[in-house]
């Protein structure tokens, strides 16, 4: 099995350029089903979850090309399978996002039921509730679930929770249903900003993506479109952090700021210095961090994916840092694995109590989630000795040339 060894790298330096966004590029490719003709997509990072989504596409008769490094073409002119097998699903929970688009254009879709993982229950009752309420019928069996809709019809839909993946399904449902759809207490991240543009360049009619409250009008047809996939706010929050743990000073090129307010607000109160410069954000760290106190919340709120990373850097920090996880109800799998580094953090239900330590010990740990595995490197570039970090397929799913963009910085890690 491959692994990934880190060794002590402090301080790092030099430049890094962040990729186009998974979190981004996911729902856009689903959206793509949406037109029968071309779209070309830009900055697409080649990592292993869009190998799925483009292999769930390709299962229901689309065509995919890699035209360069970077770009995609999808076609969906020749859709003529209804069905997204297990064996996508199961690695990938994300493919769910191709019921809605499916729904809307061709009236049928039948996807395998996403089970549970590694960071909680993860329930897509929200998706659901928003199919039926614009007319779908929806059926379970066998671990599948059916929709079937003549033609959606708008609805006004609230939801519960400001689900990201709800809110960009219903968005691509709505985008070819009858009518006027409203999402309210939509979610409101960048992901879903990039996905209305994506839609509105196909010809579609969405208003009000970034804030609660998004407003779709139906239109009959869509057609194809070029777009360029927004920065990775998460990748880039990584390196910001990898930056900062290590008492380094780097730039962090091709980054939206506004999209990384919630952290970088989060590494001035942890004493990190954090500059706009021509290229992006200068981070440096010359001292130790302050321990800072973390609560995850829907965008603008800190992003829960950037929660384990935060806390690698708290566990060297001086002081006590309480982080509260409230977006998913099991996602500090990464404290056991940073606990085998020498860390002391102590969880109670959905709490972390971290209590800085001057110096972690390289282990041999296993990513347990894609980014409790990015946390262990993290980890890793500050430990006395040697990190070996198994179970890396999960890293490989949303960090794209991990080791290769670490080296530039000179940190000492390896793929064996
Ligand atoms: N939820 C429900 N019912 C639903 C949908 C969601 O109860 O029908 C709950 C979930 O169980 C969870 C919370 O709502 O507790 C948030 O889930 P959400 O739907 O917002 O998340 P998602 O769409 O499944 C996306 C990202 C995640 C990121 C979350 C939150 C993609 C492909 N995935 O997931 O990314 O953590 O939003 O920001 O966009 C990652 O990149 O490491 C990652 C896990």
Known sequence: MPRIIVENSSPLRGTVRISGAKNAVLPIIAASLLSNDKCILDDVPMLDDVEVMCEVLVSLGADIKRISSGRIEVNSRDIDNYEAPYELVRRMRASFLVIGPMLARMGEARISLPGGCAIGTRPIDLHLKGFSAMGAEINFGHGYIEARADRLRGERIYLDFPSVGATENIMMAAALADGRTVIENAAEEPEIVDLANFINKMGGNVKGAGTDTIKIEGVDELTGANH????????????MVAGAITNGDIIVENIVTNHLMPVIAKLREAGVFVEEVPSGLRVYAPERVNSIDIKTLPYPGFPTD???????????????????????????????ELRRMGANIKIDGRSAVIQGVPKLTGARVKATDLRAGAALILAGLVADGITEINETHHIDRGYIDIEKKFQNLGAKVYRI
Do not use: K, W
């Open 306 to 336: 950037m929660q384990a990373q935060m806390m690698a850097l708290t566990s060297v920090a001086q002081g006590t840092s309480v982080f509260i996880e409230t977006v998913f109800d099991n996602r500090f799998m990464h404290v056991n």
């Open 228 to 239: 360029t996939v927004i920065p990775d706010r998460i990748e880039a929050g990584t390196y």
